[in-house]
């Protein structure tokens, strides 16, 4: 996948400038940014859903467009972004992706529905095919997307807040099942607001405010200079472990790290990992 020079957005207004990016096979990478960044910008061009103002894009071999959509993509939404209410089951959600083999009648084979449960059951679902979808947990309905992507057998993810509204439990199960995708040699893209859980445990983080303005591994792209040129406002990072951790400057942890305090000034604050488990 190769974005080479790219300015895109919707009609004339351009929302990413100048944006190059390259992604391997076989690579997880979660895009992160503020709000209006451009991130999920890039999966709609990633999959011909926004407008290409200048430069080039390639996805598997091809340059998608609004009439013809790469294949072999598979296009996870926001969750809100659904109606939930809409009265299908959840075998009926994987079965009517793009590319269904039912996708143009009103009935599945024996064969399709045996194939759409064999791919539920994979992913932690069996026996939930004949659910309603406003019936399931947040991680339930992600991994729903999920097998609807994977029984076409998308070789190309790509993913928008797949953690975002889902408890901790969730999202850790969220990533081990993308972790275990990327290894069997799919290509995992994902934006993400949560740089602590979601972006500091992935092998590469791009990060964009209207273009990319770094890219790389965690710990060398979550650092402060980087973080104030991408929100805009000064960040503190620390090391938990191995680990890297942001904190927002303002936020009163911060303030009392900063202060170098005795313990009596950490009572009523959050413990760090109280914290990175929001």
Known sequence: ??????????????VLHGLDLRIQAGELVGLVGPSGAGKTTVLRLLTG??????????VLGHRPSPRRPPPQVGYVPQLDQVDWDFPLTVEQVVLLGNGAWGARRPWFSRRERAAARAVLDRLGMAGLAA?????LSGGQRQRMFLARALL???RLLLLDEP?????????????GVLDELRAEGRTVVLTTHDL????????RVVCLSDTVTADGPPAEVLTP???ERTYGAPMRVLWDGSRVVVIDELSPIAAVIASGPDPA??????ALDGLLAR
């Open 131 to 135: 659910r309603s979808i406003r019936a």
């Open 49 to 58: 859903r926004a407008d290409l103002l200048v430069g080039q894009v390639e």
């Open 225 to 227: 200079a980087v973080l």
């Open 1 to 14: 996948m190769l974005v080479t020079g790219a300015s895109a957005g919707y009609g004339r207004r351009a």
């Open 163 to 175: 953690t975002s509204g889902v408890d901790v439990a969730t999202r850790r199960e969220v990533l």
């Open 196 to 203: 602590n859980q979601v972006a500091a445990l992935l092998p």
């Open 152 to 154: 076409h057998d998308r």
């Open 265 to 270: 000034e950490l009572d009523g604050l959050p």
